[in-house]
């Protein structure tokens, strides 16, 4: 039972123009959500994150929105640059009985190819 | 400053077979997990520490998997009697916060392939 969901294995999108990746979850016990970035052989880079009690999330390029009634959300790229392709995926966590949000459940990622 | 380091970068054993894997995580990060990636999915989460203690296993798939961390810093995942169904890629993560949101420092993986 996929909690998060990537519904789009990959994207293509032209340089310079916008990439929009987009991210579903189930569990509404979820309360705050990340985008990492994977380069081939290399660990996941986190790349922005979002606490629920917001709606958007801006760092430089990148602006991850979250829609808490549609269990939705989605992170923007603008302008897309050839660097940017890369596996991204969406991930969630939960307030633990810790305190702690440390167990992140992802998704299946999208590959962003952006062509120059 | 080193990142999160895993040792060995790929292993191929044999099934029925005994391994280790070794995750050395960013100097003073107290919080370290332990994840596996099959192919085509995305990570799933097995054992998280804190400090030296296993704070949640709830994602080791069975007994036959067992993490240690036995000084609050290096940690090794061991795997027996391994079965085709473990090749993954295992990724080891750490992170400083002791408590509340704290971004995991994920290392390269160890590849494992059970023939």
């Known amino acids: 039972d996929q909690q998060v969901k990537q519904n789009s294995p990959s994207l293509s999108v032209q340089e310079g123009r916008i990439s929009i990746l987009n991210c579903d979850y189930t569990?509404?016990?979820?309360?705050?959500f990340l985008w990492y970035k994977k380069y081939p052989a290399e660990g996941p880079t986190f790349l922005i994150s979002?606490?629920?009690?917001?709606d958007k999330n801006e760092d430089g390029r990148f602006t991850v929105f979250l829609n808490k009634s549609a269990k939705h959300l989605s992170l923007h790229i603008v302008p897309s640059q050839p660097g940017d392709s890369a596996v991204y995926f969406c991930?969630?966590?939960?307030?633990?009985?810790?305190?702690?949000?440390?167990?992140?459940?992802f998704g299946k990622g999208t590959l962003l190819t952006v062509n120059p | 400053g080193a990142g999160v380091s895993q040792t060995p970068s790929n292993k191929v054993t044999e099934k029925g077979k005994y391994v280790e894997l070794r995750c050395d995580p960013i100097?003073?990060?107290?919080?370290l997990y332990w994840y596996r990636q099959s192919l085509g999915q995305g990570p799933e989460f097995l054992i998280y520490f804190q400090g030296t203690g296993a704070a949640d296993d709830s994602g080791l798939p069975n007994d036959r998997f067992f993490a240690v961390r036995p000084e609050g810093s290096v940690s090794t995942l061991k795997i027996q009697r391994t079965e085709r169904g473990d090749s993954a890629v295992y990724l080891c993560?750490?992170?400083?916060?002791?408590?509340?949101?704290?971004?995991?420092?994920f290392g390269p993986g160890t590849r494992l392939t059970v023939l």
């Open positions: 979002i606490s629920s009690i917001k």
């Open positions: 569990n509404s016990m979820f309360d705050y």
């Open positions: 991930a969630a966590s939960a307030l633990g009985s810790g305190g702690s949000n440390y167990k992140l459940t």
């Open positions: 100097s003073g990060h107290t919080a």
């Open positions: 993560a750490s992170s400083l916060v002791l408590a509340g949101i704290g971004e995991q420092f």
